[in-house]
Every structure is written in structure tokens, then in C-alpha cells.
């Protein structure tokens, strides 16, 4: 079994693709369950992940399975009118070099950004949560998170770079000289959210409301804090503000155009930014036409900034070096591993054939030369064990070392 992955990113489609097509807790389980089913004994285990930038299956199963796997993933998420060319399908070396250069930053539309590697581990702890994830899939991707962290400290990868918060602050002040007097409402209450908040605080921007499902207390130092108000009040709130930043978790667009333009004839069209950093989208992609609105996606404000981007591409090129030596010595390593458990399975198996008595007089005889050539010689069939071939490549000294062991521990 090898790993695999497929994927649609910023650099294969845009954000109104990209929302189609959306890992989360609730479907994961739904694909555990008719995963096993599709492919028994042919995949191990998956998790995926889904940000502002991508979203990307991963799993281990048998070689050349992804176009099958794919197949099934965008049928149970009722997807199967994407189109196949937006995504990207790796295995082997090529996916674990990419895992790294995602969770590490590289991949990232804004290079070098650190919110990912986070956002990957939380991914994985949430799949190994709700027991999807686990053997050669989950120590992969640990050592994917231990490469990560060398790429990123290693090197100047991260430098000055922007958080998706930090892109959306230096939005507003591109276009506000005095952000400080704006009404600022931000729609959601999650990590996001909060990051786009504790930003805009430590910015000197106090004039902050926030709307979200349910009733939150945001702290954002120990004299501040912020209390959302339910979605029933969005409409309300929208009056009165000039900036909207929304990131909530939501299939459908909790921002459409008529709540906008009724926002504007309040406002005496009094001009409003948004700022949608949603993946599904938070804002009708619509409002656009709006003559007083200015709709901004996670698309176009990472297009903004590419402050440092000469030094941090320099960077890359060497995190890149770390990760493709790292990753491929990971491999190995597994793949070692691998045949050394094959090749004690297999041993193992050869010698549980043996009598109680054929064991004490190897025992008492310390001659294992008969049984060595018979391990050389015979011909064993089991495809499970490789037909025994990874042990008959051996040395002889080594196999019968190992039969030693074996011997002294019946």
C-alpha cells in the first residue's frame, strides 16, 4: 500500500469551485462508512483537509487507486459534476513532498504563511477524534508535520509574511486612512474570525461588532472583550457598518444582495466594504454589481499583498531542498520498516509449520543449515507474504540469525 492524494487548490480553480468541494467532520464519517465498503481491504485509512486555499484527500491503500477513490468521494458528496481537470492527483514521494510543502507554507497563495500548519494538525487530530485515520496514514503525516516544522525552521520561509487576518487588516487600510473611525462587523466567531479580530485590536480598531450563530464572548486582552449577537440581529448590524468581515462555516451565503442594498438606502448609500474570507462563500458573489459596495473574496485580498516575496521565494527553494531529502528519506525508512515486518511474517510463518519435537532438535542441535535451504528452496505460495520472496533474498547468516531468535523463543 502507498500513499495517495487528490486535491483542488487556488492554483488549479477559483474560489467558486473550490467551495464545492468541502472536507469536513460530519462527511468524513459519512466516507468512512462507504469507503470500507467500496474497498475492502484496500484502503487502510483517509482524513482530509479543507482551508481558504484548498481542499485535498488524503489516504493509503492499494497502488493506482485515487481515480477509483475520487470517484466515489465526489458521488457520496454529490459532486460528480466538477470538473476532474481542476484537480491534482500525486502518490509515492510526490505526495508526501507535497503534504510537506502544503502544511509548510510553500503551497500557500501567500508564501510562507503560517496559519496552515496548524490548520493541517488540527485536520489530522480531528480525523484520529473520530477514528478515521490511523497506521502508515497517521505516522506519515506526523513525520509530515515534523518535516514541516524543520522547513519552516531552517529557514526564513515565514518571513513578514501575512496571515489571511493580517491580509484582511492590511485591506481595510489600504482603502480606510483612518480605520480607527470605522463601524467594523465581523460575521462568525470561530479561529478566524477571532484572529481577524485580535488583529484589528492590536491595530488600535476598538469600534468591533460581531454576529454569530450563537452567543459568544470574544476576549481579546484581559481589559477587552467582545460579545456577538445572534444572527437574527445580521440585518440590523448591517446598517451600521462600514466594514463587513465575514468567516463563518456555512453552506449557503449568509450576505445576500437585497439585505445589502436595504443595508444602503438606511445608509443613504453610504459606501460599505466586505471583506468574505469564507470557503463555501459567506457574501452573494452578486453584491459585486452593487454600486456602493465593494466585495472583496479570499481570492482577490491574496492577490494584495507580496510584501518580501523575492527573499521568502529564495527561502522556499531551500525549505523545498529539506523537504524533498526529508520526505524521501521518511519513505524509506517506512518502506525498511515494512519489509522487515513483511520478512518476520514470514519467517514466522514458515517455522509456525514445524513440530514441537523439529523445534527441540533444532534447539538442542544449533544447526539450522537444513532448514535455511529448505526456506531457499521451497516453493511457498502467498501472495499476502510476497510468496516468501523478500526472505529468500537474504544472506544466510542473516536468516539464520533470525531463526535463533525464533528458535529460543518457542
Same mark, same amino acid.
Not at 510553500?106 to 487530530?125: H, M, N, P, T, W
Given at each position: 500500500?502507498?500513499? =495517495?492524494?487528490?486535491?483542488?487548490?487556488?492554483?488549479?480553480?477559483?474560489?467558486?469551485?473550490?467551495?464545492? +468541494?468541502?472536507?469536513?467532520?460530519?462527511?468524513?464519517?459519512?466516507?468512512?462508512?462507504?469507503?470500507?465498503? #467500496?474497498?475492502?481491504?484496500?484502503?487502510?485509512?483517509?482524513?482530509?483537509? /479543507?482551508?481558504?486555499?484548498?481542499?485535498?484527500?488524503?489516504?493509503?491503500?492499494?497502488?493506482?487507486?485515487?481515480?477509483?477513490?475520487?470517484?466515489?468521494?465526489?458521488?457520496?458528496?454529490?459532486?460528480?459534476?466538477?470538473?476532474?481537470?481542476?484537480?491534482?492527483?500525486?502518490?509515492?514521494?510526490?505526495?508526501?513532498?507535497?503534504?510537506?510543502?502544503?502544511? /509548510?507554507?510553500?503551497?500557500? =497563495?501567500?508564501? @510562507?504563511?503560517?496559519?496552515?500548519?496548524?490548520?493541517?494538525?488540527?485536520?489530522?487530530?480531528?480525523?484520529?477524534?473520530?477514528?478515521?485515520?490511523?497506521?502508515?496514514?497517521?505516522?506519515?503525516?506526523?513525520?509530515?508535520?515534523?518535516?514541516?516544522?524543520? %522547513?519552516?525552521?531552517?529557514?526564513?520561509?515565514?518571513?513578514?509574511?501575512?496571515?489571511?487576518?493580517?491580509? %484582511?487588516?492590511?485591506?481595510?487600510?489600504?482603502? +480606510?486612512?483612518?480605520?480607527?473611525? =470605522?463601524?467594523?462587523?465581523?460575521?462568525?466567531? @470561530?479561529?478566524? #474570525?477571532?484572529?481577524?479580530?485580535?488583529?484589528?485590536?492590536?491595530? @488600535?480598531?476598538?469600534?468591533?461588532?460581531?454576529?454569530?450563530?450563537?452567543?459568544?464572548?470574544?476576549?481579546?486582552?484581559?481589559?477587552?472583550?467582545?460579545?456577538? /449577537?445572534?444572527?437574527?440581529?445580521?440585518?440590523?448590524?448591517?446598517?451600521?457598518?462600514?466594514?463587513?468581515?465575514?468567516?463563518?462555516?456555512?453552506?449557503?451565503?449568509?450576505?445576500?444582495?437585497?439585505?445589502?442594498?436595504?443595508?444602503?438606502?438606511?445608509?443613504?448609500?453610504?459606501?460599505?466594504?466586505?471583506?468574505?474570507?469564507?470557503?463555501?462563500?459567506?457574501?452573494?458573489?452578486?453584491?459585486?454589481?452593487?454600486?456602493? %459596495?465593494?466585495?472583496?473574496?479570499?481570492?482577490?485580498?491574496?492577490?494584495?499583498?507580496?510584501?518580501?516575496?523575492?527573499?521568502?521565494?529564495?527561502?522556499?527553494?531551500?525549505?523545498?531542498?529539506?523537504?524533498?531529502?526529508?520526505?524521501?528519506? #521518511?519513505?524509506?525508512?517506512?518502506?525498511?520498516?515494512?519489509?522487515?515486518?513483511?520478512?518476520?511474517?514470514?519467517?514466522?510463518? +514458515?517455522?509456525?509449520?514445524?513440530? %514441537?519435537?523439529?523445534?527441540?532438535?533444532?534447539?538442542?542441535?544449533?544447526?539450522?543449515?537444513?532448514?535455511?535451504?529448505?526456506?531457499?528452496?521451497?516453493?511457498?505460495?502467498?501472495?499476502?507474504?510476497?510468496?516468501?520472496?523478500?526472505?529468500?533474498?537474504?544472506?544466510?547468516?542473516?536468516?539464520?540469525?533470525?531463526?535463533?531468535?525464533?528458535?529460543?523463543?518457542?
Amino acid at each position: 500500500m502507498e500513499l =495517495q492524494l487528490f486535491g483542488i487548490n487556488h492554483k488549479t480553480s477559483d474560489v467558486s469551485e473550490r467551495e464545492k +468541494f468541502i472536507i469536513n467532520e460530519s462527511n468524513q464519517i459519512l466516507l468512512d462508512n462507504h469507503l470500507k465498503n #467500496a474497498f475492502p481491504n484496500k484502503l487502510e485509512s483517509f482524513f482530509g483537509i /479543507s482551508t481558504c486555499n484548498r481542499t485535498e484527500f488524503y489516504f493509503v491503500g492499494d497502488q493506482n487507486l485515487s481515480p477509483k477513490v475520487f470517484e466515489e468521494v465526489m458521488t457520496v458528496l454529490t459532486n460528480e459534476e466538477m470538473d476532474k481537470d481542476s484537480f491534482y492527483f500525486l502518490n509515492g514521494h510526490d505526495a508526501i513532498v507535497h503534504m510537506c510543502k502544503v502544511a /509548510s507554507g510553500i503551497d500557500s =497563495q501567500v508564501l @510562507g504563511e503560517q496559519e496552515i500548519l496548524g490548520q493541517f494538525k488540527k485536520a489530522l487530530k480531528k480525523a484520529k477524534e473520530i477514528n478515521i485515520v490511523n497506521g502508515k496514514l497517521l505516522k506519515l503525516s506526523n513525520k509530515v508535520l515534523e518535516i514541516s516544522k524543520k %522547513a519552516r525552521t531552517k529557514t526564513n520561509i515565514g518571513l513578514n509574511s501575512l496571515s489571511v487576518s493580517g491580509l %484582511a487588516y492590511k485591506l481595510v487600510k489600504n482603502i +480606510f486612512e483612518e480605520p480607527k473611525h =470605522q463601524n467594523i462587523l465581523i460575521v462568525g466567531a @470561530g479561529s478566524l #474570525a477571532h484572529s481577524v479580530m485580535d488583529n484589528l485590536f492590536k491595530n @488600535g480598531i476598538k469600534r468591533i461588532k460581531s454576529v454569530n450563530r450563537s452567543v459568544k464572548t470574544i476576549k481579546l486582552d484581559d481589559d477587552y472583550e467582545i460579545i456577538s /449577537s445572534s444572527l437574527d440581529s445580521l440585518h440590523d448590524e448591517l446598517e451600521l457598518a462600514d466594514i463587513v468581515i465575514a468567516s463563518s462555516a456555512t453552506d449557503l451565503p449568509l450576505i445576500g444582495k437585497g439585505a445589502v442594498e436595504n443595508a444602503l438606502k438606511i445608509r443613504r448609500n453610504k459606501p460599505i466594504l466586505l471583506i468574505d474570507l469564507g470557503v463555501p462563500r459567506n457574501i452573494e458573489d452578486e453584491i459585486r454589481n452593487i454600486e456602493q %459596495a465593494y466585495l472583496f473574496s479570499i481570492d482577490d485580498i491574496e492577490k494584495i499583498t507580496q510584501d518580501n516575496y523575492g527573499q521568502r521565494s529564495i527561502e522556499a527553494e531551500k525549505a523545498m531542498n529539506i523537504i524533498v531529502i526529508e520526505a524521501q528519506a #521518511a519513505l524509506d525508512e517506512f518502506s525498511l520498516k515494512d519489509t522487515k515486518d513483511k520478512i518476520n511474517l514470514q519467517l514466522a510463518e +514458515f517455522l509456525k509449520s514445524l513440530s %514441537a519435537d523439529e523445534i527441540k532438535q533444532f534447539k538442542d542441535s544449533k544447526d539450522f543449515s537444513e532448514l535455511i535451504r529448505s526456506i531457499k528452496t521451497l516453493n511457498i505460495e502467498s501472495l499476502e507474504l510476497n510468496n516468501f520472496e523478500d526472505i529468500k533474498k537474504l544472506d544466510d547468516h542473516i536468516i539464520k540469525s533470525m531463526i535463533k531468535r525464533f528458535i529460543e523463543n518457542a
